[in-house]
Each structure stands twice: as C-alpha cells, then as structure tokens.
C-alpha cells in the first residue's frame, strides 16, 4: 500500500518569514495529493490540492509544488501569519473522483511567532 | 449550512466495553469515512463506504466494525473496547464528482 512520509514534524518560524513542509509518497500511481490544515481543537479542512498532471499550484499565500519523478510534494506558505498555526498533513491517493483512499503523512505544527 | 456531526464528542469507558461512535451528515453525500488519530501518526482509516450497501475495511480496521444506516448515517463500534483504542476518531464525508473530505469535529475516546 502507499505509505506518506511528512518532514518536519515540527516547525517555527518569524511571522512574515515562509514556511516548508516536504512529504514523499511511495505508489508512483498515486495521482492526486491534497494538504488539510488543523487549528488546535478543530476539524481537518482541505487548504489546497493538485493532480499529478500539474506541476504547481498557487491560492494567494500557499503553494504547492509535486516532483513525479522523485515522488515528492511540498507545501510553501509566504508571508506567515499568526493564523497560520496549525497542524498540517499531506496526503496521497490515486484512483479517480472521490473514490479514494487517503494515505495522510504523520503531520507538521507549524507555529509562527510574533 | 449543511454539515457533518458526530455523537457523543467526547467518551471514557472501560476495558471490555462495547462502544458506538456515530456520524451524521447533511452534505447529501455517498460516501462516508472513519478515522483515528494519534499523536505523531496522522489520520489513518479504519472503514469506509462508498454507498448504503458498501462497507470496506481501511488501513487499521481491527477491533472495529461498523454499520451504514442510511445514507446519512454511519456508526463506528468497538465490540470489547481497549486501552489502545483511546484516540480521536474522525468521520468525514465526500461527494461523488469531489474530491474534497468534509470532516466532523470528532470524538476523543479514553479507554481505561
């Protein structure tokens, strides 16, 4: 089965600096990788995804980049801001629509400091 | 706005108890999920279904079985709950033509 790894699984950064979370994926098959944001106390939400056949993929502050070849994607947040803390975990799936199964990587808390 | 619940939110019980965790949802979708979470482990699955007459098993679907109602409706039990089960249990919903999981707000269960 697909197996996520997720690096760092903690991480501090100055508010305004960017932050860079790394996961690999192990099934070249999987084709779709999305990131879930968690605030302490709170559900997982879905922040951004990307399909295999993209290479990159902006919403306003958050980025994320997918290497097929090395079977890694990452998570780049600029301009961090306080609400910017929280859990996030990347995951990896293949198949098509939402007939997925989602392997989640083990996490990274981000706290970004004042 | 149309969402996903979970009952009870938060449980203690004992070693040897029977214990049913349950999800509701408002979204209209088919397919439903449940996950555990643990420190420093992630989110893994443990059942999904995919409609009313789907049940599939997850990663780490031992000890647990599950019952799809309706549905709206899918409910995670422990026959004989133990001390390793204690965790965060999610549920989460998706839609047929999305990828996108809608999570519930989860259940912290404590195992004595």
């Known amino acids: 089965g697909e197996n996520v790894e997720q690096h760092p699984s903690t991480l501090s950064v100055q508010e305004g600096d960017s932050a860079v979370i790394k996961c690999t994926y192990s099934d070249s098959a999987s084709n779709y990788f999305p990131w879930y944001k968690q605030e302490l106390g709170k559900r997982p939400q879905l922040i951004i995804d990307i399909r295999s056949n993209v290479g990159e993929k902006k919403d306003q502050r958050i980025a994320v980049t997918l290497n097929k070849t090395a079977k890694h994607f990452s998570l780049h947040i600029t301009e961090t801001q306080p609400e910017d803390s929280a859990v996030y975990f990347c995951a990896a799936s293949r198949g098509a629509g939402s007939a997925r199964q989602l392997t989640f990587g083990s996490g990274t808390q981000l706290t970004v400091l004042p | 706005d149309a969402d996903v619940t979970q009952t009870p939110r938060n449980r203690i019980t004992k070693t040897g108890k029977r214990i049913m965790l349950e999800c509701s949802q408002t979204k209209g979708h088919d397919r439903m999920y449940w996950y555990r979470q643990d420190p420093g482990l992630g989110l893994r699955l443990i059942y999904y279904?995919?409609?009313?007459?789907?049940?599939n098993k997850g990663e780490i679907s031992d000890g647990y079985s599950v019952s799809r109602q309706a549905q709206a409706k899918f409910s995670l039990s422990l026959e004989s709950a133990i001390p390793n089960q204690t965790a965060l249990y999610f549920c989460?919903?998706?839609?047929?033509?999305?990828?996108?999981?809608?999570f519930g707000p989860g259940t912290r269960l404590t195992v004595l």
């Open positions: 279904s995919f409609d009313v007459k789907d049940i």
């Open positions: 989460a919903t998706s839609g047929v033509a999305d990828n996108e999981q809608f």
